[in-house]
């Protein structure tokens, strides 16, 4: 399900090769650049790029990303489809949760037992909110325009 992840992992392979990027891969490994240098994502690429062929890969992310050749770029409408169809896949995990806002709003608990559970399974977990107001939400999202420091950690890459 590491769809946003395949995707800059490929951009990171096509930008090493010297490829033109589509403007969505560039939006994404802008700020992998600024935070690990150029160098750094063009060796993640590098490594991304001979290891394409792995098993191991194909199990970490989305056949959207693997089966598509490096000299293929991912536009940001090719990359919503591929999501709308990853959709219920990701829905049906434990460590996601949907709440609508009303709910929110009345003051009741956001979190199942069993997200919960998943979240000490899993580490971590995503809750999304749905329902009236999420319009407006959303252009207050993209109009906040404030940086965000953010620190990367690397599990298990060499």
């Keep these: 399900m590491n769809l946003l ?3 800059w992992l490929h951009a990171a392979a096509r930008a090493e090769q010297g490829l033109e990027l589509t403007e969505f891969e560039g939006s994404l490994l802008a700020p992998m650049q600024g935070v690990l240098g150029g160098e750094e994502v063009g060796a993640v690429g590098r490594v991304y790029r001979e290891e394409r062929a792995g098993d191991w890969l194909a199990a970490l992310l989305p056949q959207a990303v693997t089966s598509r050749s490096l000299s293929q770029g991912i536009s940001l409408e090719e990359y919503k489809a591929a999501l709308t169809e990853l959709l219920p896949k990701i829905a049906a995990m434990p460590n996601m949760a949907v709440v609508d806002r009303a ?12 997200f919960t559970a998943a979240l000490a399974r899993h580490g971590y977990g995503v809750t999304g909110f749905t329902g009236p107001g999420e319009d407006e939400a959303a252009v207050g999202a993209r109009e906040n325009t404030t940086p965000v420091a953010a620190r990367l950690e690397w599990d298990n890459f060499t």
Excluded at 105 to 111: H, K, L, N, R, T
Aim: charged fraction near 25%; glycine fraction near 14%; charge should be negative.
């Design 5 to 7: 992840t395949g995707v």
């Design 103 to 114: 709910r929110l709003a009345a003051g009741e608990s956001v979190d199942s037992p069993e």
